[in-house]
């Protein structure tokens, strides 16, 4: 007889086990002490350079006026461009000084 009660005891023991060991498991985690937070009340003065922009020629400022040219219809005799011959050559000459400008922005930017 008293076997039963010691095995129902033991096993009743047994089963308890994990919860018991969470429970003590719990208990240490909060008996640990707190995180130790550090403030600083004097701030810290870093340099750090600064890109600036240098300012632009005025010769890079200024407008590029398109060409004054008149477009005229595919159908039109003499005109392969749909421009007369002078138009054409004031597109061209626009266009060249277009392509004067990019270029000036590029070597100015490389300086």
């Known amino acids: 007889m ?3 009660k010691t095995v129902t005891a033991m096993t009743l023991l047994g089963h308890n086990i994990p919860p018991l060991f969470m429970a003590g498991a719990f208990l240490l985690v909060g008996c ?9 009340d ?3 003065e ?4 600064v890109p600036v922009m240098p300012a632009v020629p005025d ?3 200024a407008p590029v006026p398109p060409p004054p ?8 005799e003499g005109a392969a461009v749909c421009l007369s011959d002078e138009d054409a050559t004031l597109l061209r000459g626009g266009v060249w000084r277009w392509l004067r400008r990019i270029d000036a ?3 100015w930017a490389r300086e």
């Open 59 to 61: 010769e890079l400022a």
């Open 2 to 4: 008293w076997y039963s």
């Open 105 to 107: 922005w590029e070597q």
């Open 32 to 40: 640990t002490p707190e995180t130790r937070i550090i403030y600083r």
């Open 46 to 49: 870093v340099r750090v350079p």
């Open 42 to 44: 004097n701030p810290i």
């Open 69 to 76: 040219v008149i477009w005229l219809a595919p159908t039109a």
